[in-house]
């Protein structure tokens, strides 16, 4: 689930606790920072780019990513936007489950990011 629909869950008394990826601002909530890790660009070693692709090979690049609203979404956002590509003009395969963003990544759909210990 998202971390808004996490969170949603535990202000309902639905769950006790939440393990989410990022910060929480809302003061309702008590938290705190028990791991951190890296996303890594990934591909499949058959999808057709190089391992030092340029921005404007990743610009062309179909991107598998989480469903708005999810964290990890948001920070793979973050990393792109860094490096200079606009989200808005990318092609963005969304996916709402961890395992099927990684097989679709695997199966060689498009390059995404991934936490490295995920």
């Given at each position: 689930?998202?971390?808004?629909?996490?969170?949603d869950?535990?202000?309902?008394?639905e769950c006790d606790?939440?393990?989410?990826?990022?910060?929480?601002?809302?003061p309702v909530f008590t938290?705190?920072?028990f791991a951190q890790d890296e996303m890594l660009p990934v591909?499949?070693?058959?999808y057709p780019l190089i391992q030092n692709a340029t921005l404007a090979e990743l610009a062309e690049a179909t991107w598998v990513m989480r469903e708005e609203g999810c964290m990890m979404r948001q920070h793979a956002e973050?990393?792109?936007?860094?490096i200079g590509l606009p989200i808005e003009r990318l092609h963005?395969?969304?996916?709402?489950?961890?395992?099927?963003?990684k097989q679709s990544i695997k199966n060689g759909l498009g390059v995404g990011l991934?936490?490295?210990f995920h």
């Open positions: 689930m998202t971390t808004k629909e996490a969170l869950s535990v202000e309902k008394g606790i939440a393990l989410i990826e990022g910060k929480v601002s809302d938290y705190a920072v591909a499949a070693s058959t973050s990393f792109i936007q860094s963005i395969l969304s996916t709402n489950n961890n395992h099927l963003l991934l936490p490295r």
